[in-house]
């Protein structure tokens, strides 16, 4: 089983890599296999960059940019997004 980890997120630049690193650590710790997915609302503060690069280090990490439209709408996209993939 997959473990997909859907993370919606507004200006949350100052929270983004720690949330990834720590879920990561815990992928590793208990042989977890799992995606995270950024559901990011085109934060003005630059918190799609900062997954960018984690991007890099990671290939189990995905963005998927939206407008902003509210939590639900980018539960519901995360998890539309989830299943495709």
């Given at each position: 089983m997959k473990i997909v980890h859907i993370i919606p997120?507004?200006?949350e630049k100052e929270n983004i890599g720690r949330m990834i690193e720590v879920l990561e650590e815990l992928?590793?710790?208990h042989n977890w296999q799992t995606d995270i997915?950024?559901?990011d609302d085109h934060s003005p503060d630059g918190t799609a960059d900062i997954v960018r690069i984690y991007q890099k280090k990671?290939?189990?990490?995905?963005?998927l940019l939206k407008k902003?439209?509210?939590?639900g709408r980018a539960l519901i996209l995360g998890y539309?997004?989830?299943?495709k993939k």
């Open positions: 997120t507004f200006n992928a590793k710790l997915l950024i559901v990671f290939s189990n990490i995905h963005l902003k439209e509210g939590l539309e997004y989830a299943i």
